[in-house]
């Protein structure tokens, strides 16, 4: 299930796809983010909303399912998978 509080799925998925393998700190994808949409809102993007391995209370429909984005390495951390 998905929550209202989450949104840009499918964008950052675009963005992050360049970036498989790194190991990003939460504020480095906000800052590939807005690069790239100035205009988000913050708080509908939260890395952690998109982890194979670690879920919220309202994630992602992509959250612990193979169309996951990240896995979460520690509180902050996330490789890009
Ligand atoms: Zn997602």
Redesign the pocket.
């Known amino acids: 299930m998905?929550s209202a509080f989450?949104r840009y799925?499918n964008e950052?998925?675009e963005l992050m796809s360049i970036h498989k393998g790194e190991i990003l700190q939460c504020q480095e994808i906000h800052a590939i983010f807005k690069k790239n949409f100035p205009d988000y809102d913050k708080k509908y993007l939260q890395p952690s909303?998109?982890c194979v391995d670690h879920t919220n209370k309202a994630?992602?429909?992509?959250?612990t399912k193979i169309?996951?984005?990240f896995s979460r390495i520690q509180r902050g951390v996330y490789r890009v998978i």
Do not use: E, F, Q, Y
């Open positions: 998905s989450v799925h950052l998925a909303d998109h994630p992602c429909h992509c959250s169309t996951a984005i």
